[in-house]
């Protein structure tokens, strides 16, 4: 008797659909006449087709085991021509061959899950149907949940019945027996029909998400988050009468200090039709908390943007505010920003985030920023010159700011003066004169600049060279005897000279000024507490080159990590340092593509991908995340 068929009967004795007797006279059936299970309760007339089919979907059966690729091929659901672009796209993506399949269009998500559920023998369940136990979300976390595309089903004795739509993922699997402590049983569901019921699931517990919120706020010592008031410097919180008022006070306070404990960057509070969406972004990767009931929806908001001086009663535009927290002694700094959201039924709502600027955290020495030595050498040679531009490029969170601070700090010196404008100022620098723009008062980046030049500086750093003005401005000041930081948004290094010559500068000055361009991505840092050495397949090292002896790792998941495999995350690099060689190939305009081909050859530039599979091969990340923050180089 194969493991689902017997999982089949217990789904439907669970279901309510067979009694125990009929399971046990269909079991002695199946075993007599190996017909399958499902058939042999319709022949009994125990149970209707259609009565079959809406709990579990179709059965397909297949007695062979084969590769994915070619059962489907075998049985005609896709042709050879399809199955080599899937194979194709999948090498580029990554995805498994399945997923890849549906994205391309080539089959339905619910035809690929029937099939995968016969060859794994595994149930396919249609959770739209199905009688979720109500208290099995107490087993498993919604963020755990949504993470892994899981939902838990029933428990008995010490076995856990989950839906998942990949039963080959068993690191998913073990990551919910670790977090559930009990054994796990798995039945098939599209990935439509899992997040549905998840939404099904924990909105119907979210009344209890409230009480754990208070009792957060509780746990924390009773202590109350404290707003500084920067002209009076004293602390002021709004006297709220009314008792769900003290509630929404009170969780806004505990969202706010498990945010900073947690380490997030940033809370995002979201409106749905019914509940308020709450997320916390650790380590660059945004998770799902439990949901906050819709009927505190806007006294929440309202409350939030009270505390950052916004406009309570402009719901229709954007708006951006600030507040500075005391929270465990120290000071925290959040910048909100709302942004109005369209819901069907209750019309226009205003989503927020909050930028958790935490002066505490993120300031790292240069030299612990994790570059390849000969690159250490070379940015600080860079940054210590007389005068000159050195770049930080890369995508919104990307640690740019990070790295421009470690900068400063670095050269910092009494015999030197260092000027800033920034918007926003993120971390302030004793000895370090740091500007706020301001547009609307005429605080340009552009206006910040002239009036700089006249404060006698030695460094000046520019938040970003965002247009021709500012960057022309930069190019005077550099030329002038200045050493400008600055940063760009570009994919790599390279990139940086044709898109600072698309604003209008002339080449032969960008060519004169730049001293090196910095590109950096942030991947996530392998748990140190559960790292393992973890195969990888032949394919992917052709692929990409690597030698068979080479060892990667992953982690497997342990309470340190919360089951996730990372911890933290570091910084993968590349600086192009030009020599004459590049700088002809900018004054010819030469594209970035040539121009990084220059530098890798006769600059010998390390690239992000190249420092990434160092890293990776040190075990301080995985290759997955190396090959998701970084282009190939060829």
Do not use: W
């Not at 935490?358 to 250490?376: E, H, I, R, W």
């Not at 600055?486 to 000024?513: I, K, Q, W, Y």
């Not at 900018?586 to 121009?595: F, M, N």
């Not at 220059?598 to 190249?610: D, H, P, Q, S, V």
Request: hydrophobic residues 40%; contains cysteine; charged residues 25%.
């Amino acid at each position: 008797m194969s493991q689902g068929t017997s999982k089949i009967g217990e789904l439907l004795l669970r279901q309510g659909v067979i009694d125990e007797d009929q399971l046990k006279h269909a079991m002695s059936e199946h075993e007599r006449t190996g017909l399958a299970l499902a058939k042999i309760l319709v022949r009994l007339g125990m149970v209707s087709e259609e009565v079959l089919t809406n709990i579990l979907g179709v059965q397909m059966r297949n007695s062979t085991r084969m590769r994915i690729g070619e059962l489907l091929l075998k049985h005609g659901f896709i042709t050879e021509e399809q199955l080599n672009k899937a194979l194709e796209e999948q090498k580029r993506t990554g995805q498994r061959l399945g997923r890849t399949l549906v994205t391309l269009g080539y089959m339905s998500e619910e035809r690929l899950v029937e099939i995968l559920s016969a060859q794994f023998e595994v149930p396919y369940v249609k959770l739209s149907n199905f009688n979720i136990d109500p208290e099995a979300h107490n087993k498993i976390s919604e963020d755990v949940c949504r993470t892994y595309k899981i939902v838990p089903l029933f428990f008995t004795d010490r076995v856990l019945t989950i839906a998942m739509t990949d039963p080959t993922n068993v690191r998913v699997i073990d990551i919910v027996k670790f977090k559930s402590q009990m054994e796990v049983d798995i039945v098939m569901a599209s990935e439509k029909d899992v997040m549905s019921a998840i939404d099904r699931t924990y909105m119907s517990a979210s009344g209890n998400s409230l009480e754990a919120l208070l009792n957060q706020a509780k746990a924390d010592e009773a202590e109350e988050l404290q707003t500084v008031d920067r002209e009076s410097e004293q602390t002021q919180e709004a006297e709220l009468t009314d008792e769900e008022g003290q509630q929404v006070v009170k969780i806004v306070t505990s969202l706010i200090q498990e945010a900073i404990s947690r380490h997030a960057s940033d809370i995002h509070l979201e409106p749905q039709e019914t509940f308020l969406k709450l997320r916390y972004r650790i380590d660059g990767d945004l998770q799902v908390q439990a949901p906050i009931p819709a009927r505190l929806m806007n006294q929440i908001l309202s409350r939030i943007k009270l505390l950052a001086k916004m406009d309570i009663a402009e719901k229709r535009k954007p708006l951006d505010g600030r507040f500075t927290v005391r929270f465990r002694g120290s000071e925290v700094d959040l910048r909100v920003s709302s942004f109005p959201v369209s819901l069907r039924k209750r019309g226009i709502c205003e989503k927020i985030v909050m930028r958790i600027l935490d002066p505490n955290s993120g300031q790292f020495p240069l030299k612990d920023m994790g570059f390849a030595p000969v690159m250490f050498k070379q940015f600080k040679d860079a940054i210590n010159s007389p005068n000159g531009i050195v770049l930080v490029t890369g995508p919104t969170g990307s640690g740019k700011s990070t790295t421009l601070y470690a900068s400063i700090r670095e050269i910092l010196d009494p015999t030197i003066n260092i000027s800033t404008m920034e918007d926003p100022v993120e971390l302030n620098i004793d000895g370090v004169n740091q500007g706020q723009i301001n547009v609307a008062a005429g605080f340009t980046f552009a206006a910040g600049i002239r009036a700089l030049l006249r404060q006698d500086p030695d460094v000046i750093m520019i938040g970003e060279m965002r247009d021709k003005e500012t960057s022309s401005m930069a190019i005077e000041a550099a030329l002038t005897g200045h050493l400008v930081f600055s940063t760009l948004h570009t994919n790599d290094s390279a990139g940086s000279f044709p898109r600072l010559l698309e604003m209008g500068l002339e080449p032969f000055l960008v060519a004169t000024v730049m001293k090196g361009i910095l590109a950096q991505r942030l991947v996530r840092r392998i748990c140190k507490h559960c790292k393992e050495p973890v195969d990888i397949s032949p394919e992917l090292r052709e692929e990409l080159h690597l030698a068979p002896d080479m060892q990667f790792y992953h982690g497997r998941g342990c309470e340190h990590c919360d089951g996730s495999g990372y911890k933290g995350r570091c910084g993968i690099y590349e600086f192009l340092v030009p020599n004459e060689a590049v700088r002809n190939a900018i004054v010819k305009r030469a594209s970035g593509d040539d121009i990084k081909k220059i530098a890798m050859k006769e600059c010998g530039m390390i690239t992000l991908r190249m420092d990434g599979l160092q890293k990776a091969l040190d075990g301080l990340t995985t290759l997955e995340q190396v090959l998701g923050a970084s282009n190939p180089d060829d």
